[in-house]
């Protein structure tokens, strides 16, 4: 029951901490520049040279 009740506090504790350090990095830039449309992505990564990451999301 006690080892129950620290692992709780411990638990409690660490997203009490982890908090304020989500919310001050809400406004960050993003390291991954999204593109609306195929095309666009296509002559950005000619034009630039890097690589493309397709996402293929299908909400269910």
Do not use: H, Q, Y
Not at 27 to 54: M, R, Y
């Amino acid at each position: 029951m006690l080892r129950c009740v620290l692992s709780f506090l411990v638990a409690l504790t660490a997203i009490l901490l982890a908090k304020p350090l989500i919310a001050d990095s809400k406004d960050t830039v993003s390291a991954i520049s999204w593109e609306k449309t195929f095309e666009d992505t296509i002559t950005k990564a000619k034009t630039t040279g890097k690589p493309i990451l397709l996402d293929f999301f299908i909400p269910t």
